[in-house]
């Protein structure tokens, strides 16, 4: 083990970089917490749209925001420099989150492009000039402290983010939440711009060598070829994924998945190796991001509609009187009509009729509203959709927790869990115990697969989901369970690329570890996107947690080769 000098003390750049990730990840999260919510909704402003289309939107943003950060990467590393990038990357958060504020959907696509966009130059760049700074001969023993230390900035920004998140749009609407997380990020960028003196070192350009890729070459094999098979995508008739943007995403990803192994398939020796072993992990954490993707789609779905979010006593007047409460009644008022499986019901053979200025359908006696086909009925809050009449309120308001705040458990779970974890591993190290790198990964694969199969159980712990709530403290079981897999993965994910890239490739590399986390991202959109066809949800947590076992028995079936490769280019595996 590498002695950390008794003087050795962290660089004032990483309290730098910390607060100013808490506030970009402030902002992202708030955002990302609420955009299925704000899509879904039709009681209080939000876009009305059914639940497949809003889990649609919401996978494909992810994959997008994760897809950018290759292109911002490689453009600040050889033109741009990181700081720059990271000013105009924030601009551009800052517009698209106050820019969901704006009415119409053509001001939401252009706001959640200009969030993809901007991603792309902040994400990568700001972490990396972290690394720049932590290469001093000095600070390389405090290296993987200073990066856990920068990640509890990640998470302390995604914890808070919810509860603003809950009271703005409680209290003056979804506007103001979005517009919350551009000002979140504006005050990063203030802050970093006041304190550029501490982080100017770490701005490094990285010209290019002659072993590099040049960018012409990189977009005439990768991002030219996956724009004519994303356009093929969107064009060809009938949807072999479910819809035009997810034929497009995936049929995108095609050449670049073809442009990996040719690479791969190229290489010699060593280096093949090790390519291989990149892009082994590379598929196997589709898995792994399917399931942290869940968050903002599955997951948000379950809180929103199968978890009980009544508050009472304390808890119920110290959240009421801070906003961030939701109300809600049985008293009966127009709403839409859903059938056993709590899917709403569209009825199109019926004469369209001018009521009060907008155009409905009669149908079998109930309204039907011409732009949706979506029958209403007069029915209580959609909340008692499957609660027992019994358990009604009888015209009271009751208050439910905002279902944005279940995303603050996984963050919380982090900021707890990571001295603990981080502290016993340290302890295995000291005893030549602690799991190789690749024996984490493999851990990780099975613990999110248990965090899966805990959400099973929510499923059978009631008589059914359509007639019963499930108790919240499922979801606090699954996070927690999932936020250890978390731990070990996500931290050293980057790490692994860079130990085992070529040095000519380690962009690129790079560029397919984050691939790897865009399509995850797309494969819980369109999971979640097809929630209503899982007529027994246990089928689609099942799917996610046996996948995640197959991952997980898969890398410990190569883990001895896989050790040796790691072995092989770092001399410890």
Request: glycine share 10%; aromatic share 14%; with cysteine.
């Amino acid at each position: 083990m590498t002695q950390v000098p008794a003087k050795a003390k962290h660089h004032r750049s990483l309290f730098v970089l910390f607060i100013t990730e808490m506030w970009e990840r402030f902002g992202y999260y708030l955002m990302v917490g609420i955009l299925f919510l704000y899509l879904t909704d039709n009681k209080t402003g939000g876009k009305g749209f059914d639940n497949k289309t809003g889990a649609d939107i919401v996978g494909t943003f992810i994959a997008l925001v994760y897809l950018t950060p290759f292109i911002g990467g490689l453009l600040a590393d050889r033109y741009l420099g990181y700081i720059k990038s990271i000013f105009l990357g924030g601009t551009l958060l800052a517009a698209g989150y106050i820019g969901l504020a704006i009415p119409g959907d053509t001001a939401m696509f252009v706001s959640l492009g200009l969030i993809c966009i901007g991603n792309g130059f902040f994400k990568p760049n700001i972490s990396t000039i972290l690394g720049n700074i932590y290469n001093r001969e000095e600070l390389k023993p405090l290296k993987d402290n200073a990066y856990n230390i920068f990640y509890m900035g990640v998470n302390i920004g995604a914890l808070f983010c919810n509860f603003a998140a809950a009271y703005l749009r409680n209290t003056y609407g979804w506007g103001y939440a979005f517009a919350a997380a551009g000002v979140g990020l504006i005050l990063g960028l203030i802050w970093l711009a006041t304190q550029l003196k501490h982080v100017k070192e770490g701005d490094i350009k990285k010209p290019l060598q002659k072993e590099d890729m040049p960018m012409s070459k990189i977009m005439l094999y990768v991002f030219l070829p996956a724009i004519i098979a994303a356009v093929i995508g969107w064009i060809i008739p009938g949807n072999l994924f479910g819809s035009d943007t997810n034929d497009a995403f995936m049929f995108a990803c095609v050449p670049v998945i073809i442009f990996y192994v040719n690479i791969w398939r190229k290489a010699q020796g060593s280096d093949k190796r090790s390519i291989g072993a990149l892009l082994f992990i590379f598929a196997i954490s589709i898995i792994f991001w399917t399931i942290y993707n869940q968050n903002s789609t599955g997951l948000t779905i379950w809180a929103q509609t199968y978890t009980d979010r009544k508050v009472s006593g304390t808890t119920e007047q110290i959240a009421g009187k801070l906003g961030f409460l939701e109300k809600v009644t049985d008293s009966l008022r127009q709403t839409d009509k859903v059938d056993g499986h709590l899917i709403p019901v569209t009825d199109t053979s019926s004469v369209i009729q001018a009521v009060k200025g907008k155009d409905l359908l009669l149908a079998n006696g109930n309204l039907v509203d011409s732009a949706t086909r979506i029958v209403q009925v007069q029915g209580p809050d959609p909340y008692y959709n499957n609660v027992p009449p019994s358990e009604w309120p009888q015209g009271k308001v009751e208050r439910l927790a905002n279902t944005e705040l279940f995303q603050s458990i996984n963050p919380f779970f982090i900021v707890v869990l990571t001295p603990i974890l981080v502290g016993l591993l340290v302890w295995l190290r000291k005893r030549r115990s602690e799991p190789t790198t690749s024996a984490k990964f493999g851990l990780a694969l099975f613990i999110s697969g248990l965090s899966a199969l805990a959400m099973v159980f929510a499923v059978m712990s009631v008589p059914s989901v359509y007639t019963n709530k499930t108790a919240a403290y499922w979801l606090f079981i699954t996070y927690f369970v999932f936020t250890i897999s978390e731990i070990l993965l996500s931290p050293i994910g980057l790490s692994f690329v860079s130990k085992l890239s070529p040095p000519r490739l380690t962009a690129l590399m790079m560029g397919g570890w984050f691939l790897s986390t865009s399509l995850g991202g797309k494969v819980a959109g369109v999971m979640a996107s097809q929630w209503d066809h899982f007529a027994d949800k246990k089928i689609f947590f099942l799917i996610i947690a046996v996948a995640a076992f197959i991952g997980g028995f898969w890398i410990f079936a190569r883990i001895k080769s896989l050790n040796a490769i790691v072995k092989e280019r770092t001399g410890s595996a």
